[in-house]
């Protein structure tokens, strides 16, 4: 997978990250630091 691309959340900003659990590109707005997961895959699970 490559990393160069959208974010596969918001479609509008560079994706920055690769989530594990789900594997989307995500841009920083949609990663969660402390959950190591985008925004969608941190959101709930606790
Ligand atoms: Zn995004
Ligand atoms: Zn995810």
Redesign the pocket.
Same mark, same amino acid.
């Given at each position: 997978m490559s990393l160069t691309g959208l /974010?596969q959340? /918001?479609e !509008? !900003?560079t994706a920055e990250h690769v989530c594990d659990r789900c594997g989307r590109a995500? /841009?920083d707005?949609?990663w969660d630091e402390a959950a190591g997961a985008c925004s969608g895959c941190a959101a709930g699970r606790s």
């Open positions: /974010c959340i /918001c !509008a !900003a995500v /841009c707005d949609h």
